[in-house]
C-alpha cells in the first residue's frame, strides 16, 4: 500500500513525526494528498512545524490528590498564553490524569487518557488551537505514607512550584520549607545527596581559587575543606539560613518541630533552557532584502 520512503516523503514535506506519518498513510490508504490533509486535520502538520521554536515560558503546577502528588511543568512560547484558560485547564487535567492512571514516566504519561483523546493527543489539538509550540517538558509524581505530609508552595503564579515531603511534621511546617526553597533554590536536601563528581569538581574550583589567591598547594589543599562546608550550605537544603529565621537552618527548624525532609522537588518554569534571543537588525535586513 505504501513503502518507506513514502513514509520519508510525508515527513519531509509536512514535518510530522514517523508513527504520525504512517499513521496518515494508513488512514489514507497510501494517498499522500490525503495523508497531507488528515495530518493537517489532526492538527499534526501545524504543531510538527513550531518544533524549532523555543518554548520557555509557561506553568508549573501541583496536584495532591491522598497519597500521591504530581509536580509538572508545560511550556509556551509566551507569558501570554501561558496566563489563557484553556492553557491552564490543560495543565491541571494532565495533572489530574498522570495521578489518576499512577504514570511514572513520559512515554507512560503520554498514553494517557484524558476527555480530549490521550495526552499527546490533546497536546496536539491545544498547539492547533492556540497557535503557538507548546511542550509537556517534565512531571515527577510523589508518593508518601500516612505519617508524612505533603508540602507545596507556588510562586509568581506557577513560574516556580516546590513539592516536599516531611515525616512527623504538620503541614504548615511542610509548607514552610516548600516556600524556602522556592525562595533559596536548594539542589539538594543534604551534602549526601550531592554526587561525587559535583564536590571533586568543586573542590578543584576552590584549590585553584586558593592558589591564585597566592597561597601555597599544600595549603590551598588544607583550604578545600572549609570551603567546600560553604558551598553544602549554598546548594544544601537543610544547611541552609532559614527565610523567615536566618538564625538557625532549614534542617534545625524542622526538627525543632519534631519533623524530617524525605523529599524535594523543585520546578523553575523554563531553567535550562536556551532563551530565544531576537536579532533586530538581522530581522530588518532580513526584510529589507526579502527573505
Excluded at 504519561?109 to 476527555?115: D, G, H, K
Excluded at 586558593?210 to 572549609?226: F, L, Q, R, S, W
Aim: glycine share 8%; charged share 30%; aromatic share 6%.
Amino acid at each position: 500500500m505504501f513503502s518507506a520512503s513514502d513514509i520519508k516523503a510525508l515527513r519531509e514535506r509536512t514535518g510530522a513525526g514517523m508513527l504520525d506519518c504512517k499513521k496518515a498513510l494508513e488512514e489514507s490508504n497510501g494517498d499522500m494528498d490525503k495523508a497531507v490533509d488528515w495530518l493537517r486535520e489532526k492538527g499534526i502538520s501545524k504543531a510538527a512545524k513550531k518544533e524549532a521554536r523555543i518554548a520557555a515560558e509557561g506553568l508549573s503546577e501541583i496536584i495532591i490528590k491522598d497519597n500521591k502528588a504530581v509536580i509538572l511543568e508545560v511550556n509556551s512560547e509566551t507569558d501570554f498564553v501561558a496566563k489563557n484558560e484553556e492553557f491552564k485547564n490543560f495543565v491541571e487535567i494532565i495533572g489530574n490524569a498522570i495521578i489518576d492512571n499512577n504514570a511514572k514516566t513520559m512515554e507512560e504519561a503520554l498514553e494517557v487518557p484524558t476527555s480530549n483523546g490521550t495526552i499527546s493527543e490533546y497536546l496536539v489539538s491545544l498547539i492547533a488551537k492556540i497557535g503557538e509550540k507548546i511542550s509537556f517538558r517534565r512531571f515527577e509524581l510523589v508518593e508518601k505514607n500516612d505519617s508524612e505530609e505533603f508540602g507545596s508552595y507556588s510562586h509568581m503564579g506557577g513560574k516556580i512550584c516546590v513539592l516536599t515531603v516531611l515525616e512527623g511534621a504538620n503541614s504548615e511546617v511542610a509548607r514552610d520549607v516548600s516556600m524556602h526553597a522556592a525562595a533559596m533554590r536548594p539542589n539538594y536536601i543534604t551534602s549526601a545527596d550531592v554526587p561525587e563528581d559535583v564536590i571533586e569538581h568543586e573542590k578543584g574550583i576552590i584549590k585553584e581559587q586558593a592558589i591564585n589567591e597566592g597561597k601555597p598547594a599544600d595549603i590551598a589543599e588544607k583550604m578545600v575543606n572549609g570551603r567546600i562546608n560553604k558551598f553544602f550550605k549554598e546548594i544544601c537544603l537543610v544547611e541552609q539560613a532559614f527565610v523567615k529565621d536566618p538564625d538557625v537552618t532549614v534542617g534545625a527548624y524542622v526538627k525543632n518541630n519534631g519533623g524530617e525532609i524525605k523529599a524535594m522537588v523543585r520546578y523553575e518554569v523554563g531553567e535550562g533552557i536556551e532563551k530565544r534571543k531576537d536579532d533586530f537588525a538581522a530581522e530588518v535586513m532580513s526584510q529589507v532584502n526579502g527573505n
